[in-house]
């Protein structure tokens, strides 16, 4: 951390069950030169890793759908959610997490996944960046039904979908995950699928 403009005060915790939720004081010089102060509240939650599986011959790619909590507290109104393959990346390095994630929830093994770009998804509020990959899939990786971890309570259907019908879902509302529009739409940029 390196800001001559940022000086922390001190970081209140206030909640630190399965993730941290801190308040954190701070002194913020502004453009004028007058320091003020502030406080942001910040959840860390670690950060994460996704992946888009394609298949430029069959125009298929793999995704995922399930029940997520906090969309159906705000407006989704069964909490299902389609999103491309990711997880948190707990202890490993993105690539190791990624590969593990993959094979857990869609079933793939992926050898070679490409790394596109970091990203904060949500920067006023949590810690966490995304580590973007993408990597062509064929049939014969697929080594298991995937699903996630049962004991983890994951229960994640794996869906292939035609390309230009997940680039529908996107304007229809089926698809309303960050990650996986981001994904989807640099596959149809860089025309990794027709
Ligand atoms: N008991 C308990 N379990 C939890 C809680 N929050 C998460 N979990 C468990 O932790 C698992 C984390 O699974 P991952 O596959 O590692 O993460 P994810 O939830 O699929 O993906 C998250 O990370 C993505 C990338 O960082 C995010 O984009 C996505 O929104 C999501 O939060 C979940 O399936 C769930 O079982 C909690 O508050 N309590
Ligand atoms: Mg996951």
Redesign the pocket.
Known sequence: MKNSKVKINYIKNLAND?YKLDKVNFDYKTQKGEWQTQNRECYDRGD???ILLYNSTKNTVILTKQFRMPTYLNANSDGMMIEVC???LDEDDPLTCIKK?AEE?TGYQINNPTKLFEIY?TPGAVT?K?HYFIAEYSDEMKLGNGG?LAS???EIEVLELNFNKAIHMISSGEIKDA?TVILLQYAQLNKLCK
């Open positions: 399965w994460g890793a996704a990711a997880g948190l994630e929830e998804s966490e995304i996630g983890e309570h994951e990650k």
